[in-house]
């Protein structure tokens, strides 16, 4: 049997955080016969436990009382499900291996044991959610991603073979599509080795990306705690407004600058094989929500505001790049050296200015030491931090008459430390004070947005 429609839907960690929102979840894919693969994240709060147990200097103690935490969120979802005495056994199995992890971390600290701790919100999140499934009439199964979404070695951040992934779901997964639900897991993999391996940061959205593009499905829905996309963080203003419909460039744009509610490599496989993305809310289904496509019926010179905090400007100067070359050479395979990546460069003749995006503060403590060291040895260097990068994300922004004057006459009073425009036709970004980041936001959706 061949499906008609195959949408594959992915819910984040408060869409699954308990019974009632899993409850949910459940009748959203009741509705609509189309959803046929669910991915989901581990029930909200449990992955922070995981990460904190996944660390080298958890006690004995510690690591009961997490485990034990985590052993009551999924009990309380499982108290509301006819197969509770069922589910608490295969909770207690999974703890059980989880506990015997931890135990080996504590011992010997390893980034491979750290993956396969922080694999167990997934596993147990997603078989409550097939009961749940059940529970309401649909006929729902339990599948292993791991199964299918075959990587590397790079533990923490793994790359997935596209390739085997296909091959996988072809011979693993398309056929029980007819018949059931498939419930999976986002966020996790596995090597030749069949070790447990994670897709690091916004690794959920991308499986189900990469789940939708191996299937060939028709759409991609993302369901979260927001009603879509917005024109900007409704906690900056209130002025915000939900975005029905944007282009994979636009949205490409917003989510690599700061808008939470996607993350770049989401969209990746999306484009490549042109699937629709459909980004709502589990908690209020009604109230719609964006539709995220190659092409799209309105396409405004402003469509959104993105904002990125904790943002490192480093300025390198020296008189010897006047008329040279192989000065930048010499600075980039200083920063490829010690990894880091530079996201927006301006020069001028004896200067060049380059940001960092620092979510983590790793890149902080380099920039304040290693890097800076090594550096000086090739020119003066000077480094900021404490800043914030706003994005003004639209279409045709590098062609459109009159955009610089609107955008810095609207900031009046805020300090802009750095301008990149030019390079993509989706945005004009730069660099404010942290302390103004929100004023600066406010200014320009007020002004471009009333």
């Known amino acids: ?3 008609p429609t195959l949408t594959v839907s992915k819910f984040g960690g408060t869409s699954v955080a308990d019974h009632p929102a899993m409850l949910r979840c459940a009748q959203i894919i009741k509705n609509d016969s189309s959803n046929r693969v669910v991915v989901v994240s581990a029930s909200a709060g ?3 436990f995981l990460v904190r147990l996944a660390q080298a200097d958890v006690s004995a103690t510690e690591q009961a009382e997490i485990i034990e935490q985590i052993r009551q969120i999924q009990y309380r979802i499982t108290a509301q499900l006819e197969q509770e005495s069922e589910l608490n056994a295969t909770v207690e199995q999974l703890l059980e291996e989880l506990a015997a992890y931890a135990e080996a971390q504590a011992l010997n600290h390893s980034s491979r044991i750290a993956d396969s701790i922080l694999a167990f919100g997934e596993q147990l999140s997603s078989r409550l959610f097939v009961q749940v499934l059940n529970s309401i009439g649909v006929n729902a199964q339990y599948f292993d991603v791991r199964q299918v979404m075959k990587t590397n070695d790079l533990f923490g951040k ?41 897709l690091g940061r916004g690794g959920s959205d991308y499986s189900a990306a990469l789940l939708a593009e ?17 024109t900007t963080d409704p906690r900056i203003t209130d002025q915000a407004r939900s975005i029905k419909e944007i282009s994979f460039g636009e949205a490409a744009e917003m989510a690599t600058f700061g808008a939470k509610i996607l993350h770049p490599a989401t969209l990746i496989p999306a484009m490549r094989q042109n699937i629709p993305v459909f980004v709502g809310s589990s908690k209020e289904p009604e109230k719609g929500g964006t539709l995220i496509q190659k092409s799209v019926e309105s396409a405004p010179t402003y469509r959104a505001i993105a904002l990125r905090r904790e943002q490192t ?11 040279a070359s192989g000065f930048l050479a010499k600075v980039f395979a200083v920063l490829a050296k010690h990894e880091l990546s530079v996201d927006l460069i301006t020069t001028s003749e004896i200067s060049v200015a380059m940001t960092f995006d620092n979510p983590t503060g790793s890149t902080q403590a ?3 030491s290693t890097v800076v060291q090594e550096l000086e040895q090739l ?24 955009v610089g004057t609107s955008i810095f006459d609207a900031l009046s009073g805020v300090n802009v430390r750095m301008i990149c425009h030019g390079a993509s036709e989706h945005n004009l970004c730069f660099l404010v004070n942290e302390n103004q980041a929100n004023e600066a936001v406010e200014k320009l959706h007020t002004s471009l947005f009333a």
Do not use: Y
């Open 366 to 368: 380099l920039l304040n």
């Open 214 to 230: 191996a299937l060939d499905a028709n759409s991609l829905a993302i369901w979260t705690d927001v009603v879509g996309i917005f």
């Open 1 to 3: 049997m061949t499906l």
């Open 313 to 323: 400007l480093v300025t390198v100067r020296s008189p010897a790049m006047l008329h």
């Open 379 to 402: 020119c003066e260097v000077s480094v900021e931090h404490g800043l914030s990068l706003v994005a003004v994300v639209g279409n045709k922004i590098h062609k459109t008459n009159g």
């Open 46 to 48: 449990v992955t922070n």
């Open 158 to 198: 793994a790359v997935v073979n596209i390739e085997k992934l296909k091959v996988q779901c072809n011979t693993l997964l398309k056929d029980k599509l007819a018949d059931c639900v498939i419930v999976t897991q986002g966020f996790i993999g596995q090597n030749d080795a069949e070790q447990t391996t994670t």
